[in-house]
Antibody, heavy 116, light 113 residues
């Protein structure tokens, strides 16, 4: 059974950093591109970042470029999102999702709250 | 950036009715190389993660009921839900996978009368 389990969220002050993880199981993680998507409370979905299976290709939304870093460790079946210089507008539920043109599996999400 | 304009923002229907949700992209999502449209539809039920319904504009994901139909090409796309059921209460989003940055429509909230 394919599973994606996010962790690492929490309450953080503006300007601080946080690192999210997404542990994958039930499939060959190294064969798939992966993504981070977020959803602010009561709002719609916003794509954050994508990484190819071998980390050769990485893309970011303009809203996080220069502050967030997506990475992966295929040996550990884990996707990461390093978030720095956090702002109140980064407050959201962060999901990881599998795939490139077809996001067929999503995690349950992890909440990040940026507030003083 | 490709802007995805989704309509309506909300609608309320009775069980058994047919629903149409529209999605328009500011640029064509049709690849000239393989003639595929890089448009997906997701369903998000209250308190749940999004679920893939349709990809490549009209291909139904495995396990999705056949009352969910995706259609369209180029810049205009439609998600049709025939014979709506109470369990279809959800938010629906279109998304383009054609080029980065990837973008979503603003969503359609489906309510059941």
């Amino acid at each position: 059974e394919v599973q994606l389990v996010e962790s690492g969220g929490g309450l953080v002050q503006p300007g601080r950093s946080l690192k999210l993880s997404c542990l994958a199981s039930g499939f060959t993680f190294s064969n798939y591109g992966m993504n981070w998507i977020r959803q602010a409370p009561g709002k719609g979905l916003e794509w954050v970042a994508s990484i190819s299976s071998s980390s050769s290709y990485i893309y970011y939304a303009d809203t996080v470029k220069g502050r967030f870093t997506i990475s992966r460790d295929n040996a550990k079946n884990t996707l990461y999102l390093q978030m720095t210089s956090l702002r109140s507008e980064d407050t959201a539920l962060y999901y990881c999702a599998r795939g490139i043109t077809r996001w067929d599996y999503w995690g349950q999400g992890v909440m990040v709250t940026v507030s003083s | 950036d490709i802007v995805m304009t989704q309509s309506p923002s909300s609608l309320a229907v009775s069980a058994g009715e047919t629903v149409t949700i529209n999605c328009k992209s500011s640029q064509s999502l049709l690849s000239s190389g393989n003639q595929k449209n890089y448009l997906a539809w997701y369903q998000q039920k209250p308190g749940q993660s999004p679920k893939l319904l349709i990809y490549l504009a009209s291909t139904r994901e495995s396990g999705v009921p056949d009352r969910f139909i995706g259609s369209g090409s180029g810049t205009d796309f439609t998600l049709t839900i025939s014979s709506v059921q109470a369990e279809d209460l959800a938010d629906y989003y279109c998304q383009q996978h054609y080029s980065y940055p990837l973008t979503f429509g603003s969503g359609t909230k489906l309510e059941i009368k």
